[in-house]
Structure formats: structure tokens, C-alpha cells
Nanobody, 120 residues
Framework: QVQLVQSGGGLVQAGGSLRLSCAAS????????MAWFRQAPGKERELVAAISRGGSGTRYVDSVKGRFTISRDNAKNTVYLEMNSLKPEDTAVYYCAAGRFYFTDEFDYWGQGTQVTVSS
């Protein structure tokens, strides 16, 4: 098992930037693919970005390509989501997640969620 604790998020104006962090417990972080999901009010949860165990593979939902960057530091057991050029439609609760494969939407362990609000 792995426990995930998120930090970052908050309120930012459109065009601004935020960085989310997700720290994992245990010694097996590098064996998990990691991802960031988000859920806006009244909408289904969607995968925003995912990264492979070693960090060489990444994928993004089309709406954030070129603006968001997922990265990980296996020495620090931490995954990051750098969000630039934020838009009001990026407003959501963001969750980090750990799972077996970065190319699926199936993840097994979840962080507590953090609110990101982008004002226009």
C-alpha cells in the first residue's frame, strides 16, 4: 500500500500558475505509476496527467497540453503537477493517485484532494 498526502493549490487569477505536490509514504513509490485527476462541480472526474514509474512516459488530457507538466522525484517519493496559464475552467478539486500503469485510467490509491480555483 501507499499513502498519498497532497499540498499546494489555492486561488489564482486566470493566466497564473500553481504547483501541486503529492508525497507518498513507504519505500515502493518508484514501483507505482502516478497521476493527477480533477473533478469540477457537476462533472465527472477526469484524468489530467499521468507519469510512468521511471518518469520517462507521460500523457495529458488535451485541454491541458502545453500548459501543465507532470513530473516525479523518486528519491523524494513525490509527484508534482506544474500548472501554467491557468483558466477558469481548470477550477476543480485535484487528486493525485497511484497505480500500476500510467496508460490506463485505473488507479488504486488516492490523495485527499486539494481545491484549485481560477478566477477570471
Amino acid at each position: 500500500q501507499v499513502q498519498l498526502v497532497q499540498s499546494g493549490g489555492g486561488l489564482v487569477q486566470a493566466g497564473g500558475s500553481l504547483r501541486l505536490s503529492c508525497a507518498a509514504s513507504g519505500r515502493t513509490f518508484s514501483t507505482y505509476a502516478m497521476a493527477w485527476f480533477r473533478q469540477a462541480p457537476g462533472k465527472e472526474r477526469e484524468l489530467v496527467a499521468a507519469i510512468s514509474r521511471g518518469g520517462s512516459g507521460t500523457r495529458y488530457v488535451d485541454s491541458v497540453k502545453g500548459r501543465f507538466t507532470i513530473s516525479r522525484d523518486n528519491a523524494k517519493n513525490t509527484v508534482y503537477l506544474e500548472m501554467n496559464s491557468l483558466k477558469p475552467e481548470d477550477t476543480a478539486v485535484y487528486y493525485c493517485a497511484a497505480g500500476r500503469f500510467y496508460f490506463t485510467d485505473e488507479f488504486d490509491y488516492w490523495g485527499q484532494g486539494t481545491q484549485v480555483t481560477v478566477s477570471s
